[in-house]
């Protein structure tokens, strides 16, 4: 089993839908979770942290349920511009690497 | 903020011959930098994480003869591919730990073409 898996994707979907992305973990010491956003031929950007109470940030919402070893994204009113590849990725316990998903890619259309 | 300049951006070199990449803490130390590598399609592989004044450490299956890390200082970090192969070509690309926002700080990749 990979360390941590994504839906495979991709995710078609119109302007204004909302669109929800899975990833589980396999680690249970893992320690910090993150959502990145990879446009094509460039850097993972970080999107936003997850924590265990979940946060949100705009039209964006991340949970992280622990017992099931799971981390999602949600994201409302998608835009064109969220056209990407989103990964997960969560830290090993006691070090500061990241492991990232295969990502999931989402194309927004008008 | 906290910049990581890496380049190139890009090169094409020939089948055999070597390549170098460089990551550069613009803003702050990087005592330790992570180099992934990342294929169409695929998820950012951590290769190696490289560590100023030692031996970097490679992840398994990485062969350390053939990517060659060097930290010589707390500013730079490099990747020298070595007698590359079409099957090297990949996207490369380095993260320093521990700055930024959040924790961490990308540069912006290396897209190598060995032909």
């Known amino acids: 089993r990979k360390e941590v898996e994504q839906d495979p994707g991709p995710f078609n979907v119109p302007e204004g839908a909302t669109v929800a992305f899975n990833c589980t973990y396999s680690n249970s010491a893992s320690q910090s979770f993150f959502w990145y956003r990879q446009d094509c031929r460039k850097e993972p950007k970080l999107l936003m942290s997850v924590y265990s109470s979940g946060n949100e940030d705009g039209r964006f919402t991340a949970q992280l349920n622990r017992a099931s070893q799971y981390i999602s994204l949600l994201i409302r009113d998608s835009k064109l511009s969220d056209s990407a590849t989103y990964l997960c990725a969560v830290t090993r316990a006691g070090s500061y690497q990241l492991t990232f998903g295969k990502g999931t890619k989402l194309s927004v259309i008008p | 903020g906290a910049v990581v300049s890496q380049h190139p951006s890009w090169v094409i070199c020939k089948s055999g011959t070597s390549v170098k990449i460089e990551c550069r803490s613009l803003?702050?130390?990087?005592?330790?930098m992570f180099w992934y590598r990342q294929f169409p399609k695929q998820s950012l592989m951590l290769m190696a994480t490289?560590?100023?004044?030692?031996?970097?450490?490679?992840e398994q299956g990485v062969e350390k003869d053939k990517f060659l890390i060097n930290h010589a200082s707390l500013t730079l970090s490099t990747l020298t591919v070595t007698s590359a192969h079409p099957e090297d070509s990949s996207f490369y690309i380095c993260s320093a730990p521990g700055q930024g926002k959040y924790g961490y700080t990308f540069g912006s990749g290396t897209r190598l073409t060995v032909v």
């Open positions: 490289s560590n100023e004044g030692s031996k970097a450490t490679y």
């Open positions: 803003d702050f130390q990087a005592t330790t």
